[in-house]
């Protein structure tokens, strides 16, 4: 399964709604990830299961979707947030999506 | 508090082979399964294959069968991987990361592995 992650680059202010998104090219079955990495940082998990927020992840970062279509959503924009978002895909082999790199406008 | 500890970045040269490590604190080795992660500059990271800590059993994307090779050692909590017959294509930084299911819950800080001659 391929992911198409959109945008490639989002700037956006702080306190901000900012919505990600990621797309399959076939239907995921809800086994999606979510990915935080900060630049010369591992990555970390922010959701997995499309919906269920790792623990001690803030409340304000939330997952949705189903089929081929699914989105990571930061309600409230602040400034540790400045990372790149990848999607991760579980349900047919192990695939990543190419990135979101979020940017403080 | 879990940690993955991971070796020092490696120079090597075209043809030759390394041994990374991974080692772990802070949860039940043997329980998880560790897998080890790709990432090169502006490409997708890609997971190369993974072991379980109970039995060291191994699952391996199949473009890296028979670039790596996965063990461990239980009695030391690490995870080894030795990427063989290297070349310019491997260049990258190798992550090793823990998971209970097919997603990763721990990563290590990652080692950069640069083929050069």
């Known amino acids: 399964i391929q992911l198409t992650q959109s945008p490639s680059l989002l700037s956006a202010s702080v306190g901000d709604r900012v919505t990600l998104s990621c797309k399959g090219s076939?239907?995921?079955?809800?086994?999606l990830a979510w990915y935080q990495q900060k630049l010369g940082e591992a990555p970390k998990l922010l959701i997995y299961n499309t919906n269920s927020l790792q623990t001690g992840i803030p409340s304000r970062f939330s997952g949705s979707g189903s089929g081929t279509d699914y989105t990571l959503t930061i309600s409230s924009l602040q400034p540790e947030d400045v990372a790149t978002y990848f999607c991760?895909?579980?349900?047919?082999?192990?695939?990543f999506g190419s990135g979101t790199k979020l940017e403080i406008k | 508090e879990v940690q993955l500890q991971q070796s020092g970045a490696e120079l090597v040269k075209p043809g030759a082979s390394v041994k990374l490590s991974c080692k772990t604190s802070g949860y039940t080795f043997s329980n998880y399964y560790m897998s080890w992660l790709k990432q090169m500059p502006g490409q997708n990271i890609e997971w190369i294959g993974n072991i379980y800590g109970g039995n060291g059993g191994t699952g391996y994307n199949q473009k890296f069968k028979g670039k790596a090779t996965l063990t461990v050692d239980k009695s030391s909590s690490t995870a080894y991987m030795d990427l063989s017959s290297l070349t310019s294509e491997d260049s990258a930084v190798y992550f090793c990361?823990?998971?209970?299911?097919?997603?990763?819950?721990?990563w290590g800080p990652g080692t950069m592995v640069t083929v050069s001659s």
């Open positions: 990361a823990a998971g209970y299911y097919w997603y990763f819950d721990f």
């Open positions: 991760y895909q579980y349900n047919n082999g192990l695939t």
């Open positions: 076939q239907n995921i079955n809800n086994y």
